[in-house]
């Protein structure tokens, strides 16, 4: 027999952090879809091929050994592009040798620039409903997350609104940032200049710095424009713009993603970036850099693609019984459930995935009070219109179920 001493108080080897957030819902629920051959509306990945030529430039790139780590905050080319299309797109002029961090996706160009800019004890302000991953981001990071709400819309074609007072009593001195996600997951939300410009007004009031997620910045829908927090007058030298290939290219798995920001903060996220990853897929930055030269007609195409997708879906749903919250960017659809008489959106959704083989997103998880989204599901469109066909015959079971 063994003689080694088992200490009276056994250590429970955890960190006290994972306590406080449990595993992407999301992405549990692809792996129901497929466990179960339902049709998968629940994680937003595109179910249709990406560009011919975005590919070609990636099997190109490995071909000609684009093979080993390219430079840790970005490959040139790739930096040059994102720098210069930022300036067509929303007239930012950005340094691409010193502005720029490439990142294995925008999730980790988010949490390693909450992870560069918060100590213990920040606060950083979230609006609620929230793609999920600003939850953990924030705790991983030491700071506080403090939530503000989006209301949905009162009436059809109306919009999600937050309460500007409510808004103004969430800063205070501890407030280290605020994330801006716009166009909005889950909502659909794209927010409006005067509405970015009175967090614009808050954020120099009280010395904050904006991080936003535009990953959605060009998936737009009905006239609605997208305005880059940075452009305003005064949020040059204090946002951080997030942004990537997955959703604009429908390159989800490749995870190739940036941040853009002043050159002290770069610096410390540049940082944290190296020694969390060293640095994104090489021959897919050099693919990004391709992506980023398309002409602007691929932009219109990929806007009316989507537009297509979400007047394809929301018309099943709301036969169904769903009351859908239509979206004015991203690709998803919110819909409230409460036509349907369930005591709340996980029992729904399990319900969903396994009697009427589609998955969703459940409402709750979207938000820090699971109550909140009791009587929400969120759908994902970037689907085939087959995929979307199926979902349509299956959802009509709903109504005889
Ligand atoms: N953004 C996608 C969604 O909300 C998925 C992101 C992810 O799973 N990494 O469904």
Redesign the pocket.
């Given at each position: 027999m063994s003689d080694v001493v088992t200490p009276p108080h056994r250590k429970h080897f955890l960190s006290d952090k994972v306590d406080f957030f449990t595993e992407?819902v999301?992405?549990e629920m692809?792996r129901q879809a497929m466990l179960h051959g339902a049709v998968n509306l629940?994680?937003?990945?595109p179910d249709f091929p990406a560009p011919a030529d975005i590919k070609r430039a990636a099997q190109e790139a490995v071909a000609a050994d684009v093979n080993q780590y390219a430079i840790t905050w970005g490959a040139k080319n790739l930096r040059n592009a994102i720098a210069r299309q930022m300036g067509v797109w929303q007239g930012i002029s950005v340094d691409p040798e010193k502005e720029v961090t490439v990142c294995c996706?925008s999730?980790e160009a988010m949490i390693s620039t909450l992870l560069a800019v918060c100590n213990a004890g920040d606060e950083v302000i979230i609006f609620e409903p929230y793609?999920?991953?600003y939850g953990p981001d924030s705790v991983l990071s030491g700071a506080r997350p403090k939530f503000v709400k989006l209301r949905p819309p009162e009436k059809d074609g109306g919009e999600w609104t937050f309460d500007e007072q409510e808004l103004r009593r969430a800063f205070d001195r501890h407030t280290k940032a605020i994330v801006v996600n716009t166009p909005n997951?889950?909502t659909g939300k794209v927010f409006t200049r005067r509405e970015l410009e009175l967090i614009r007004d808050l954020c120099l009031e009280f010395d904050v710095l904006a991080i936003t997620d535009e990953?959605y910045e060009h998936i737009l829908y009905d006239g609605a424009q997208h305005v880059s927090m940075a452009s305003l007058d005064g949020m040059r030298d204090r946002t951080v713009t997030i942004n990537g290939m997955?959703?604009t290219y429908s390159v989800?798995g490749w995870r190739v993603g940036w941040a853009v920001a002043p050159e002290k903060i770069t610096n410390a996220i540049r940082k944290v970036h190296d020694f969390l990853t060293v640095g994104a897929p090489a021959p897919l930055q050099e693919a990004g850099a391709v992506a980023l030269s398309l002409p602007q007609e691929y932009y219109a195409k990929l806007a009316e693609g989507y537009r297509t997708r979400r007047d394809h879906l929301i018309p099943s749903l709301t036969a169904a019984g769903f009351h859908c919250f239509r979206p004015r960017g991203a690709y998803?659809v919110m819909t409230d459930i409460s036509a349907f008489g369930f005591h709340d959106d996980v029992a729904f959704s399990r319900f969903l995935v396994q009697e009427i083989g589609v998955a969703a997103?459940p409402g709750s998880s979207f938000y820090r009070d699971p109550s909140d989204g009791a009587q929400q599901v969120?759908f994902?469109f970037c689907k085939k219109p087959e995929t979307l066909d199926e979902a349509a015959r299956r959802l009509s079971k709903l109504r005889h179920s």
């Open positions: 992407s999301i992405r692809t629940a994680q937003g990945f996706g999730t793609y999920e991953n997951n889950p990953i997955s959703k989800t998803y997103v969120r994902a």
